[in-house]
């Protein structure tokens, strides 16, 4: 894939999903009465932590200059 997000876009995604996973920890830990509710924050939480591992994972591939995939899985 030639092209993709770039350095900044991918470090504000990574920032915007490491913010969206600490306040829905945040309201995790509240007492069910004090939270806001209508919210699946396990969810919002699940959600935002796998989409900071991919931009890591990105992040890691824009900085070392290739493509991070294993070897075995190129034929």
Request: charged share 10%; net charge positive; glycine share 6%.
């Amino acid at each position: 894939m030639v092209g993709g997000p770039s350095l900044l876009v991918s470090l504000t995604t990574l920032i915007v999903a490491l913010a969206c996973a600490v306040l829905a920890n945040l309201q995790m830990r509240r007492p069910y009465e004090r939270r806001i509710h209508g919210v699946p924050w396990l969810a919002v939480q699940f959600v935002a932590i796998a989409i900071c591992f991919v931009m890591m994972a990105h992040l890691v591939s824009l900085l070392m200059g290739h493509d991070l995939h294993s070897s075995r899985l190129a034929y």
